[in-house]
């Protein structure tokens, strides 16, 4: 009685101090409009900001802090400006600094992690529909980065690649830089003259400072496009019918003992045409994705599927138009195309169509796989359609299908999403319902719906949710991903951030005192699991560093006995809890570290796991980042010790020439897998990699190396305006 009374007190204040707060939120910042400069000539990318259009063009400069301390002015100058020609959007950054030694820049990679250290962002709304929208990173060094943001921020591909370039430069001043964006590269309507919505954020790392020009609001983030100003002035610019050809060569050869060394040699490559300038077609042909980076080994302590991010550039881009989730299940899980067991299955073609006509989002894909051993040719194929309503909602539907000889599999199904900003004023809140059923082949059509609801209230000092989702035995998302199947799944969480002035070192305290997940077999209603963590502690200093500590309570019904490792779990109902906690510095700093850890029972067995990780950076052309996780486990059996030790290093010799080496081991597989790549971009759109995977054995404390391959690609692309 105790617990629910202080927990109704704590909602009751929260609720009460939000409310109160209201008229103090602001997110605009005039002018929110900014105009682009017409000129007749190109610019010289090198980040100096020297060409006449520079000096002409209308620059803005009031940004606004929402870190570290929010509604302030900046520390720091910041100007913008804009001008471009017939091909390129050119965007100027002069971003002034009275120390310029101590600007933070770590990284030259693509990709780069641009949260670690100065940046300059860029997001672009080109169809102003305040909901999907391109951002573009750089640093001090002239990286780049890049991500597609969809559903006004709450979905986003941070693993696009954009044909764009970019120029910095340090000097007395500060930093500079210039960007260069293509029109070719981006999807906007037809019209005379554009209005784009666009936003700019720079972050000026050693200060903790984060400056936004417009949507500066803790409650909101930079992603959320639809508080974006205006961009204006672009008149009679063309995306075009633009026809991209990338063909790729391949060779190498691998070695695996006791076989011959195979030589490889393949050919294929993929070709890009826009056939309207919100409408673009991908197809390709005996696609390969040799220079991927490996897989992480993962440590399985459940009875359930590990899940394994998508990383072929493929199936990343354009990957939000074919999203349809139910919390952790997808309707869609492109790892389940071209992979058996993570291991490649050949693709003999595909193609998709994605993009946006006037209201309605568009994702259509079909792909062909090979025969492999005893599995046949397949064909699997989505078609994914959303419609805008209202200023930030939607509603779609969704149809998956597999085919090969002798069976099928489809799911067809249907979400709606409803957002506002302008909750209580101007809180956000989203709310979710979607419905899926699936149809086999010799599975029966009953007891074959996922369905589920959600709402949530994510803003800055109250963030709550609670959402039911069942999914019913039948189902079964053949190009999908589950979990488990035959459940009910009820939950809510509800987290109380305070920013308290009166503690000077403080940032924010984090209070979690709900976060329940009760899982129920769906057609007897019996409790099958629970998951329940308490977070009395939490906080971030001003100074960056972060820790908390949490409580949680696990119960789980095993209904048949499951192996651990050579350890079995027999079947029975459990209950037990662990305490947690995880402190880690402030990323800003040139040596970052995590550790974390936790003790308690897990099923039968009483232990600890220990977790620390490190990131080095000793300049922006090298970096060394490594970790360590143990899980020591006292079983009525035995002993369960698993060590897992990974690193990465990375050193690039300018933002077009880099190489990694990645090396992974566990006691488990007693294997070090290492994977070498070099990465070239001889220009822009284009890549040479080559990449070298080895296996090494390291049973019986004896070091044997075993696969070994080496792969050269060279992707080469061909634009062809129409």
């Not at 354009?318 to 899980?333: A, L, M, P, V």
């Not at 909750?423 to 149809?439: D, E, R, V």
């Not at 963590?533 to 971030?540: G, Q, T, Y």
């Not at 079983?635 to 060590?643: A, W």
């Amino acid at each position: 009685m105790l617990l629910k009374n202080s927990i109704r007190s704590i909602i009751f204040l929260s609720i009460l101090y939000l409310v109160i707060r209201l008229p103090l939120q602001s997110q605009t910042s005039l002018p929110n409009i900014i105009e682009a400069l017409k000129i007749n000539y190109a610019i010289n990318l090198d980040g100096k900001l020297d060409e006449e259009c520079w000096s002409q063009v209308k620059r803005i400069s009031n940004f606004t802090q929402r870190e570290i301390s929010n509604g302030e002015p900046p520390t720091e100058l910041t100007e913008v400006g804009i001008c471009y020609n017939k091909d390129y959007l050119f965007i100027g950054v002069w971003c002034y600094d009275k120390e310029p030694d101590k600007i933070i820049t770590k990284s030259m990679q693509r990709d780069f992690a641009y949260w670690e250290g100065d940046n300059f962002e860029v997001l672009i709304d080109t169809y102003n529909d305040k909901r999907n929208g391109y951002l573009f990173v750089t640093n001090p060094s002239g990286a780049r980065a890049d991500i597609l943001i969809a559903q006004n921020g709450d979905a986003y591909n941070d693993d696009w690649n954009g044909v764009w370039d970019v120029a910095a430069e340090i000097n007395g001043q500060g930093w500079f830089a210039e960007f260069e964006i293509p029109f070719t590269s981006l999807k906007f309507s037809e019209q005379a003259e554009q209005v784009w919505g666009i936003n700019f954020e720079r972050n000026i790392r050693r200060k903790r400072e984060q400056l936004l020009w417009q949507n500066w609001s803790r409650d909101n983030f930079f992603e959320m496009v639809s508080g974006a100003g205006h961009l204006i002035g672009l008149k009679d610019i063309k995306s075009c019918n633009l026809l991209e050809l990338k063909p790729f060569t391949l060779g190498g050869f691998e070695k695996i003992p006791s076989q011959d060394a195979n030589s490889v040699l393949k050919i294929g490559g993929d070709i890009n045409y826009l056939i309207s300038p919100t409408l673009k077609v991908n197809l390709t042909a005996n696609t390969d994705f040799a220079q991927v980076e490996s897989d992480v080994m993962q440590i399985n302590l459940t009875r359930f599927s590990l899940f394994y991010p998508e990383k072929r550039e493929f199936f990343l881009e354009g990957k939000d138009f074919f999203t349809f989730n139910f919390g952790d299940e997808r309707i869609f899980y492109s790892r389940q195309i071209g992979l058996l067991n993570r291991q490649e299955v050949p693709i003999l073609a595909g193609g998709r169509l994605v993009g946006k006509v006037g209201n309605t989002n568009l994702g259509v894909l079909t792909m062909q796989t090979s025969e492999k051993d005893t599995l046949p040719s397949t064909n699997f194929s989505v078609v994914r359609v959303k419609q805008d309503i209202f200023e930030r909602s939607s509603i779609g539907v969704i149809l998956t299908a597999k085919n090969l000889p002798g069976h099928y599999n489809y799911v067809y199904g249907t979400d709606f999403n409803f957002s506002t900003p302008n909750f209580l004023g101007n809180k956000n809140l989203t709310i979710l319902a979607s419905i899926a059923q699936s149809q086999t082949q010799d599975l029966g059509n009953t007891n074959n719906l996922i369905y589920g609801a959600f709402i949530g209230f994510p803003n800055d000092i109250i963030r709550a949710e609670a959402y039911f989702i069942a999914v019913q035995k039948n189902f079964n998302p053949e190009i999908g991903f589950l979990n488990r199947t035959n459940y009910k799944r009820i939950g809510a969480s509800f987290k109380y951030a305070p920013r308290p002035d009166f503690i000077p070192f403080i940032q924010q305290f984090v209070f979690k005192p709900l976060d329940i997940n009760i899982y129920l077999t769906d057609e007897t209603n019996e409790l099958e699991s629970f998951t329940y963590e308490l977070r009395p502690l939490a906080f971030e200093t001003k100074s960056g560093e972060y820790f908390e500590f949490d409580f949680q309570q696990y119960y789980d019904r095993v209904d048949v006995p499951f192996n651990l490792y050579g350890q079995t779990i027999p079947a029975g109902k459990y209950w037990f809890s662990k305490y947690r906690a995880e402190f880690e510095t402030y990323r800003g700093r040139s040596f970052v570290v995590n550790i974390n850890a936790d003790i308690g029972k897990h099923y039968t067995a009483s232990g600890a796991s220990l977790g620390s990780s490190f990131k080095w950076n000793l300049s922006p052309k090298l970096n060394i980042t490594g970790g360590y996780q143990k899980n020591y486990l006292e079983l009525p059996d035995g002993v369960l010790d698993i060590d897992e030790f990974i690193t990465h290093f990375t050193y690039s010799f300018n933002t077009k020439l880099f190489t990694s080496l990645f090396a992974q081991w566990n006691n488990i597989d007693e294997a070090i897998l290492v994977n070498f790549r070099i990465n070239w971009i001889p220009n822009i759109g284009s890549d040479f990699y080559l990449v070298f995977n080895q296996k090494i054995n390291t049973m019986n404390q004896a070091i044997t190396f075993q696969d070994f391959v080496v792969i050269a690609k060279l992707i080469w692309r061909f634009p062809v305006k129409m």
